[in-house]
Structure formats: C-alpha cells, structure tokens
C-alpha cells in the first residue's frame, strides 16, 4: 500500500529516529453478523481525526471503567479471554466490555441479557436511547448500566478474530482485538449517528467489489476482516472457523525509493 506525501515524510521521520512513535490505546471491535452473511458497517464522518470517510466495523477504545470488577458476567471467565486474547486477565476483561459497549453505542446491539442463557430483546425505546447517549459521554459506566436493568453481559456471544495494531508512523495509534458476534434474534440495528454518518448491512465480498471500484473506502484491517469473512457461505462457519489470534503490526517500508506500507 503506498502511502501519501505527508504520511511518506513522516515515516521517513519514525524511521530515522526524528519522531518518537506515539503509543497505542487498547480498543475493541466487534463484527456484527447476520444470515447471508451480512456485516454491520458504518462510514465514519469525514470530519473525523482518525479514519475519516472509512467503513468501519462498530468499537473503540478500552475505558478504564470498563476494567470495572463489578461488570456482571457470564461465559468464558476474564481469565479465560487472556489466554485467547494473549493479554492479562484486567485487560481482557476491559476488551471483552469495550467489545460490548462500544457495539450497543454504535449500533443499539446489545449482546447482554437477564441471566447466561438469555439476551435482551428489543432495545429500541427511549429509556434505552438515553442509557445508549449516557454511555456515550461517560456519565453512565457500563457496570452500572448492567446493574440497574438487571443485566449479564454475556461474553460466550463473542469470538475472538484477530489482532490489529496500528502502524508506529501513525499519529493516533490503536492496540485492537477483533472479535465477531451474530445479531441476537429480535435486535435489530438502527441509524445511531455519532461518529457515522451512514450505516449499512452488506455481504463482505460485495463491500470489497465496492471498494475495489473506489466507491467505498475500507482500512487495511477491515479490507482483511472481509477478504476472510468472504470465503464463507453461512455464519455457522465462521463461528466454528478455528482461530490463532496473532498480532499484525503492519510497517512502513522503502522500495524503490517509494514509501509503502507492508503487513508481513
């Protein structure tokens, strides 16, 4: 992938050892699935910082209070996600949470219910609104959020996909896991605005002919996502597909006098 002038320079800048890389922020994303397959995918603004204009899978950063001990749960353990996740016990649990909260913000998708064998139905009213928009601006955290509608959240709806980290040339750099969910029957995900200003359900190898024809605009990561999501015909095989979860760091390198960036 070449990259622009301006990205070009400052690769040029990290790799001589003029610009210190800047660190990069624990985050989440959740592929939402349903019959087809169908991805949930939305087009961030084009006034964004960070990804402007692409189509993006629903996540975002850990928040701290998403490490809460509190956070009622059910399915595989904290500890049992670090061993999947490669990561410590408090951070797979703030993961697994950001996973969790980040798709209801960004999609109304709850994958949380009253007890480890149920889910919620419907959230679609407007008490379930103003929870969603005091998530958003952290005047509610997700364990009580939980706790006051009597909520488990339930991990065992998650699968663990991959590992993405964005490239040290990069201004602002995410640390994140991939992980994909089917849509819980009865949900159903709605225009929610915020960051995106578009949203759509489209089949993954229809979303990278768009792409490829300029028409759409996917991040290395999500490009990757849909190629693999691609070669499956139902979404029992990608919940059965066996998974080693290993970190992509992509690097920017010079061929030819060109900068590009490289996966491998």
Same mark, same amino acid.
């Given at each position: 992938?070449?990259? /622009?002038?301006?990205?070009?320079?400052? +690769?040029?800048?990290?790799?001589?050892?003029?610009?210190?890389?800047?660190?990069?922020?624990?985050?989440?994303?959740?592929?939402?699935?349903?019959?087809?397959?169908?991805?949930?995918?939305?087009? @961030?603004?084009?006034?964004?910082?960070?990804?402007?204009?692409?189509?993006?899978? /629903?996540?975002?950063?850990?928040?701290?209070?998403? &490490?809460?001990?509190?956070?009622?749960?059910?399915?595989?353990?904290?500890?049992?996600?670090?061993?999947?996740?490669?990561?410590?016990?408090?951070?797979? @649990?703030?993961?697994?949470? +950001?996973?969790?909260?980040?798709?209801?913000?960004?999609?109304?998708?709850?994958?949380?219910?009253?007890?480890?064998?149920?889910?919620?139905?419907? &959230? &679609?009213?407007?008490?379930?609104?103003?929870?969603?928009?005091?998530?958003?601006?952290?005047?509610?955290?997700?364990?009580?959020?939980?706790?006051?509608?009597?909520?488990?959240?339930?991990?065992?709806?998650?699968?663990?996909?991959?590992?993405?980290? &964005?490239?040290?040339?990069?201004?602002?750099?995410?640390?994140?896991?991939?992980?994909?969910?089917?849509?819980?029957?009865?949900?159903?995900?709605?225009?929610?605005?915020?960051?995106?200003?578009?949203?759509?359900?489209?089949?993954?190898?229809?979303?990278?002919?768009?792409?490829?024809?300029?028409?759409?605009?996917?991040?290395?990561?999500?490009?990757?996502?849909?190629?693999?999501?691609?070669?499956?015909?139902?979404?029992?095989?990608?919940?059965? +597909?066996?998974?080693?979860?290993?970190?992509?760091?992509?690097?920017?390198?010079?061929?030819?006098?060109?900068?590009?960036?490289?996966?491998?």
């Amino acid at each position: 992938m070449p990259l /622009p002038a301006e990205l070009a320079a400052r +690769a040029r800048d990290v790799l001589a050892g003029r610009i210190v890389p800047v660190l990069a922020r624990d985050a989440a994303t959740v592929v939402l699935l349903r019959p087809g397959p169908e991805v949930y995918l939305l087009r @961030r603004k084009a006034t964004m910082a960070f990804a402007a204009g692409a189509y993006v899978f /629903p996540g975002g950063s850990v928040d701290a209070r998403d &490490t809460d001990q509190a956070v009622a749960w059910a399915g595989p353990s904290p500890a049992e996600w670090g061993e999947v996740l490669n990561a410590g016990e408090r951070l797979a @649990r703030g993961l697994v949470c +950001a996973a969790v909260r980040e798709t209801f913000e960004e999609s109304g998708v709850l994958l949380a219910g009253p007890g480890p064998d149920s889910v919620v139905a419907d &959230t &679609t009213g407007d008490d379930w609104e103003a929870d969603r928009l005091a998530l958003i601006d952290h005047s509610l955290g997700f364990a009580d959020f939980l706790a006051r509608r009597g909520l488990v959240l339930r991990s065992d709806l998650l699968k663990a996909w991959a590992h993405w980290i &964005t490239p040290e040339i990069e201004q602002r750099r995410f640390d994140t896991r991939f992980f994909v969910a089917v849509l819980p029957e009865g949900q159903r995900t709605r225009d929610v605005g915020g960051e995106a200003d578009r949203v759509v359900w489209q089949r993954p190898g229809r979303a990278l002919e768009l792409a490829g024809g300029g028409e759409i605009f996917l991040m290395p990561p999500t490009h990757h996502t849909l190629t693999e999501l691609a070669a499956y015909d139902g979404l029992a095989g990608v919940l059965a +597909a066996p998974r080693q979860i290993v970190t992509i760091l992509p690097r920017a390198v010079e061929i030819e006098g060109e900068m590009r960036l490289v996966t491998m």
